[in-house]
Nanobody
Framework: VQLQAFGGGLVHAGGSLRLSCAVS????????MSWFRQTPGKEREFVAG????????RYADSVKGRFTISRDSAKKTVDLQMNNLKPEDTAVYYC???????????????WGQGTLVTVSS
Protein backbone atom coordinates (compact mmCIF):
# COMPACT_ATOMS: atom_id res chain seq x y z
CA VAL A 1 0.00 0.00 0.00
CA GLN A 2 1.29 3.44 -0.93
CA LEU A 3 0.13 6.48 0.98
CA GLN A 4 0.69 10.17 0.35
CA ALA A 5 -0.47 12.83 2.78
CA PHE A 6 -1.42 16.41 1.92
CA GLY A 7 -2.89 19.47 3.57
CA GLY A 8 -0.72 20.51 6.45
CA GLY A 9 -0.03 24.16 7.19
CA LEU A 10 -0.13 26.99 9.69
CA VAL A 11 -3.38 27.97 11.36
CA HIS A 12 -4.40 30.06 14.37
CA ALA A 13 -5.91 28.41 17.42
CA GLY A 14 -9.61 27.79 16.87
CA GLY A 15 -9.14 27.40 13.14
CA SER A 16 -9.58 24.40 10.86
CA LEU A 17 -7.49 22.33 8.49
CA ARG A 18 -8.27 19.32 6.34
CA LEU A 19 -5.66 16.64 5.73
CA SER A 20 -5.98 14.17 2.89
CA CYS A 21 -4.22 10.86 2.31
CA ALA A 22 -4.13 9.41 -1.21
CA VAL A 23 -4.21 5.61 -1.13
CA SER A 24 -3.00 3.22 -3.81
CA UNK A 25 -2.19 -0.46 -3.95
CA UNK A 26 -4.89 -1.66 -1.59
CA UNK A 27 -5.34 -5.40 -2.06
CA UNK A 28 -8.16 -5.81 0.43
CA UNK A 29 -11.12 -3.61 1.28
CA UNK A 30 -10.87 -4.44 4.97
CA UNK A 31 -7.87 -2.28 5.82
CA UNK A 32 -7.90 0.02 8.80
CA MET A 33 -6.81 3.46 7.67
CA SER A 34 -5.56 5.82 10.33
CA TRP A 35 -3.89 9.08 11.18
CA PHE A 36 -1.11 9.38 13.74
CA ARG A 37 0.87 12.40 14.85
CA GLN A 38 4.27 13.00 16.33
CA THR A 39 6.10 15.85 18.03
CA PRO A 40 9.87 15.98 18.66
CA GLY A 41 10.95 13.70 21.48
CA LYS A 42 7.61 11.96 21.75
CA GLU A 43 6.23 8.71 20.45
CA ARG A 44 3.96 8.70 17.43
CA GLU A 45 0.40 8.72 18.77
CA PHE A 46 -2.89 7.53 17.33
CA VAL A 47 -5.34 10.26 16.31
CA ALA A 48 -8.17 8.61 14.37
CA GLY A 49 -8.91 5.56 12.25
CA UNK A 50 -11.57 4.16 9.95
CA UNK A 51 -12.35 0.75 8.53
CA UNK A 52 -12.12 1.08 4.75
CA UNK A 53 -15.07 -1.20 3.99
CA UNK A 54 -17.41 -0.75 6.98
CA UNK A 55 -16.65 2.88 7.69
CA UNK A 56 -16.54 2.34 11.47
CA UNK A 57 -14.43 5.00 13.16
CA ARG A 58 -12.26 5.35 16.20
CA TYR A 59 -10.78 8.49 17.79
CA ALA A 60 -8.26 9.41 20.44
CA ASP A 61 -9.93 11.06 23.42
CA SER A 62 -7.92 14.23 22.84
CA VAL A 63 -9.56 14.88 19.45
CA LYS A 64 -13.11 13.55 19.95
CA GLY A 65 -15.68 16.15 18.98
CA ARG A 66 -13.11 18.22 17.06
CA PHE A 67 -11.68 15.90 14.40
CA THR A 68 -13.59 13.80 11.87
CA ILE A 69 -12.10 11.03 9.77
CA SER A 70 -13.73 9.96 6.51
CA ARG A 71 -12.90 7.92 3.45
CA ASP A 72 -13.89 8.23 -0.18
CA SER A 73 -13.77 4.82 -1.84
CA ALA A 74 -14.13 6.25 -5.34
CA LYS A 75 -11.34 8.80 -4.95
CA LYS A 76 -9.32 6.43 -2.73
CA THR A 77 -8.60 9.05 -0.12
CA VAL A 78 -8.80 9.20 3.66
CA ASP A 79 -9.42 12.67 5.04
CA LEU A 80 -9.04 14.17 8.49
CA GLN A 81 -11.12 17.28 9.11
CA MET A 82 -9.65 19.13 12.08
CA ASN A 83 -11.76 21.85 13.72
CA ASN A 84 -11.20 24.03 16.77
CA LEU A 85 -7.48 23.38 16.56
CA LYS A 86 -5.35 23.94 19.63
CA PRO A 87 -1.61 24.67 19.92
CA GLU A 88 -1.16 21.18 21.39
CA ASP A 89 -2.36 19.73 18.06
CA THR A 90 0.87 20.97 16.49
CA ALA A 91 2.67 17.92 15.11
CA VAL A 92 3.71 16.06 12.01
CA TYR A 93 0.70 14.03 10.92
CA TYR A 94 1.09 10.64 9.21
CA CYS A 95 -1.44 8.40 7.53
CA UNK A 96 -1.13 4.66 7.94
CA UNK A 97 -2.70 1.48 6.66
CA UNK A 98 -3.03 -1.72 8.66
CA UNK A 99 -4.75 -5.07 8.27
CA UNK A 100 -6.47 -4.76 11.66
CA UNK A 101 -7.56 -2.05 14.08
CA UNK A 102 -4.32 -0.45 15.24
CA UNK A 103 -3.80 2.31 17.77
CA UNK A 104 -0.11 1.72 18.42
CA UNK A 105 2.36 3.01 15.86
CA UNK A 106 4.56 -0.08 16.14
CA UNK A 107 1.67 -2.21 14.87
CA UNK A 108 0.89 -0.14 11.76
CA UNK A 109 1.66 -1.70 8.39
CA UNK A 110 2.38 1.04 5.84
CA TRP A 111 3.12 4.72 6.35
CA GLY A 112 2.88 7.80 4.21
CA GLN A 113 5.23 10.72 4.51
CA GLY A 114 4.29 13.21 7.20
CA THR A 115 2.66 16.58 6.79
CA LEU A 116 3.31 19.35 9.31
CA VAL A 117 0.44 21.03 11.12
CA THR A 118 1.31 24.13 13.16
CA VAL A 119 -1.28 25.79 15.37
CA SER A 120 -0.33 29.20 16.71
CA SER A 121 -1.78 30.59 19.92
Amino acid sequence: VQLQAFGGGLVHAGGSLRLSCAVSGLTTSDNFMSWFRQTPGKEREFVAGIRWREGTKRYADSVKGRFTISRDSAKKTVDLQMNNLKPEDTAVYYCASSSGVVTRAVEAGSWGQGTLVTVSS
